[in-house]
C-alpha cells in the first residue's frame, strides 16, 4: 500500500511538532512502499527531506509508527522496528493487532483520519502549527473523511482549530482534486456503450467488456445505480474481471462479492477474491464466458434467473 495523503501528511506533522519540542532532533520520515500517486502531488507543496544519512539504519531513539493500519504494511521496517531498541509510538485510527511491538499507543478508531490524532498531540504538548502545518494536516483530515461527508465530531472540531491557525478549507480541496484521465474516460465510454443489464429479483446487474481501467468502470457502474457490476477485458493470455457491488446490495443479499463471486468464477482457470462489495479475477475463459458463468451463478446467489433489460 502507497502512503496516503493522511498518512504522509501527519508524518509531515509530526516532524514539525518533534522539531519543536526537541529542536536538536533529527527527524526523518520513511516511506517504505512509496507515494500514492496524490500524496506524490501533495509533496510537492508539503516536501520530504532525504533520511539523514547518520541514522540510516535502527539508530534511532524514538520510531513512530503513523496511520499503518497492519505492521505488515511496514514491510522491511516490520523486522528493523522490532529489533530496534528505539522507544515505538503507535498513532493510528485503525484497529491495532495483538502482538503489537510499540511501547506507546495513541490509537482511536472513532477517529475518521491519523492527521486529528496528530493535532490532538500539538494540543497536549501545546505547540501551535505553522499555517503550513495546519494546511498539512487539514488536508489529512479531507482525505480521509471524504471531504468531511464522514468526518467525526473530532475531525469537525480540528477542521476549525486548523483554520483558525491559518489552514484554507478550499486550498486543500483544490489541492486534493485529481486531474481526469483520459483513457480511463474513454475506457468509461466504451464500455457504457457495450453495457448490458440485467434484472434478477429487483436487483440491477450491469454487465460490460472494456479492455483497461476494469476496475474504475465497474465502480462507475454502480455509482450509476446499478447493485452489482461484472466488467471483463480479455489479453492473448487471460480475461480480467473486476466486480463492484453497492453496500445495499450486500446487506440485503449477504453476498460477498470476493468469496461468493470472485473466488467461484476463477476457481477452475485462475485466481481470484477480494473484499465484500469491490473484488477481482483473473481467468482462462473468454470474456463472454465469463460473463455467461456470471450471469448463471447470480441466478443461483439470488434466486431468479436474470433477464436482460431491453
Ligand atoms: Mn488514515
Redo the contacts with the bound molecule.
Sequence with gaps: MHA?P??YLSAYALRFLISRYAPNALVDIIIPEGMSVVTQRLAKSFPNQEPSPESAGSAYDLIVAV?IGDTELLKDWNEKLRESSALKVLID?HPIKQDSPYNRSLVDTSAS??AELVYSLFKAVRVEPDSETAQALLTGILF?SQNLAIAGEGALRTVLELISFGAVLEKARTELRSPPDYGEVIAKFKAAKRVKVYRASGWVIAVSTVGSFQANVARSFVNMGADIALVAGESSKETRGSLRASHRFYAGTKVHVGTDIAAVLSKETGYGGGHPTAASLTCGVSEEDLIRDFLALMGRLLGEPPTEVK
Design positions: 496516503d493522511d498518512t496511520d485510527h483520519s491519523a480521509d
